[in-house]
């Protein structure tokens, strides 16, 4: 059977995503990282989707970015932003490389198990313009796979696949309804407690698209 490798973090995004690699057919790996977040109980919120989902294979990974800080989803002494997204303004929240290492790790799983793709959660359309959830960093990235390993000399390199990465947070959580994604499983909260604070900037995009879309009985807070 086809296998992709999934990008897991427990968040809306890459459980809609996942989902979406099982209705393309393929055998999902899920692979999640604990990376220094502050936020690591979406890495409960992964094993619980996966396990859902019906997800055999599921690796967690631990890769410190913390130690060196510099955002303040690794740094606790980083204020994180509740004021809601300002447009054209790359927030703190802004983790330096963490795509890149991320994808560099998921490329030598895949190609360890023949995987044909490596599909990824990120969005352009409703977050701040990370650096690295943007089209063309995908498609440099991709020339990238191409060259750096046996699987791409021979032209059978994974394909970065980001099924969500035009769609807007309404679109996205849409799909995760019509594709049966446990939303109340998923944790997208950038604090670490029992409960979504409902204020930070990842509540307020995720509780308004729930809204929007006709679901406010699964958001935090009424935005």
């Known amino acids: 059977m086809r296998?992709?490798?999934v990008l897991l973090s427990g968040g809306l995004d890459s459980a809609t995503t996942t989902a979406i690699a099982l209705k393309d057919g393929y055998q999902v790996i899920a692979l999640s990282f604990r990376y220094g977040q502050r936020h690591e109980r979406?890495?409960?919120a992964a094993v619980k989707i996966a396990q859902t989902l019906g997800i055999q294979e599921h690796y967690i990974i631990d890769v410190n970015l913390a130690q060196w800080g510099g955002s303040s989803l690794t740094d606790v002494h980083l204020a994180l932003?509740?004021?809601g997204v300002k447009p054209g303004i790359i927030p703190s929240t802004y983790v330096p490389g963490r795509n890149t290492v991320f994808i560099s790790i998921a490329l030598?799983?895949?190609e360890a198990k023949q995987a044909e793709a490596i599909y990824l959660g990120i969005n352009a359309v409703d977050y701040s313009g990370y650096p690295d959830c943007r089209p063309e960093y995908l498609e440099a990235y991709q020339k990238l796979?191409?060259?750096?390993s046996k699987a791409g000399i021979e032209g059978k390199a994974p394909q970065l696949i980001a099924p969500l990465v035009h769609l807007t947070k309404v679109d996205i959580v849409k799909?995760?309804?019509a594709l049966g994604v446990p939303i109340e499983d998923t944790w997208s909260c950038y604090l670490g407690g029992d409960t979504p604070c409902g204020l930070c900037d990842s509540c307020r995009i995720?509780?308004?698209a729930l809204i929007a879309a006709g679901y406010p009985?699964?958001?935090s807070s009424k935005v």
Do not use: F, G
């Open 206 to 208: 995720r509780d308004q």
């Open 175 to 177: 799909s995760a309804i």
């Open 145 to 148: 796979a191409n060259l750096s």
């Open 108 to 110: 030598s799983l895949a």
């Open 81 to 83: 932003p509740q004021e």
């Open 3 to 5: 296998q992709a490798v």
């Open 42 to 44: 979406e890495l409960k």
């Open 217 to 219: 009985y699964l958001a």
